[in-house]
């Protein structure tokens, strides 16, 4: 039995409640589901290893459950561990005060535009297989890493702060 963490693109409390993510997720046979904060984080059990039959039951379910789906980014519980235990900005000079986030990609596709990539105190750093690692200083301006972020591997990527990552790889 494999832990999994699905991070949902688009959930908010206002289109998904929790309990509902739960029972779609136990509609599609998956088990001790529990989901992470509230933003498209679940966290379930799985016998199938599969990342994409897991991701068509999971977006499936959801279809039949909620009447929506939700673009489905797999990662193994395991994996977000390593993840964190590797900390790929320990490499890079993020600014004191920066946020950390962390891209997660369906597919390993290279850049449109070369990385790194900076504006307006963001900082796209680097890649690594499905992930993308940038860093933020919190301003007026935004959220304009996530700018960065799309104009280099377009918008269907999920993100999370590293804390949310560091939360759903121990739930």
């Known amino acids: 039995m494999t832990r999994y963490v699905a991070l949902l693109r688009g959930v908010s409390p206002q289109n998904a409640k929790?309990?509902?993510l739960v029972r779609a997720f136990e509609s599609a046979g998956?088990?001790?589901?529990?989901?992470?904060?509230?933003?498209?984080?679940?966290?379930?059990?799985?016998?199938?290893?599969?990342e994409a039959r897991l991701t068509r039951?999971?977006?499936?379910?959801l279809?039949?459950?909620?009447?929506?789906?939700f673009r489905t980014i797999l990662r193994t519980r395991t994996f977000l561990q390593e993840l964190l235990d590797a900390d790929p900005f320990a490499a890079?000079?993020?600014?004191?005060?920066?946020?950390?986030?962390?891209?997660?990609?369906p597919d390993v596709s290279a850049p449109r535009i070369a990385l790194p990539l900076s504006v307006d105190?963001?900082?796209?750093?680097?890649?690594?297989?499905?992930?993308?690692?940038?860093?933020?200083v919190p301003s007026e301006k935004g959220p304009v890493f996530m700018q960065l972020?799309?104009?280099?591997?377009?918008?269907e990527v999920t993100t999370r702060t590293?804390?949310?990552?560091?939360?759903?790889s121990v739930a």
């Open 162 to 168: 590293w804390d949310t990552v560091r939360k759903c």
């Open 63 to 69: 279809q039949q459950s909620l009447g929506r789906s």
């Open 149 to 155: 972020i799309e104009k280099a591997f377009g918008s």
């Open 121 to 136: 105190g963001a900082f796209v750093l680097q890649q690594v297989g499905r992930e993308v690692f940038t860093a933020y």
């Open 30 to 50: 998956l088990t001790k589901v529990r989901t992470v904060l509230s933003s498209g984080n679940v966290v379930f059990d799985s016998r199938t290893s599969s």
């Open 92 to 105: 890079h000079a993020v600014p004191e005060g920066a946020k950390r986030v962390v891209s997660f990609l």
């Open 18 to 20: 929790s309990a509902d």
């Open 57 to 61: 039951q999971i977006e499936d379910a």
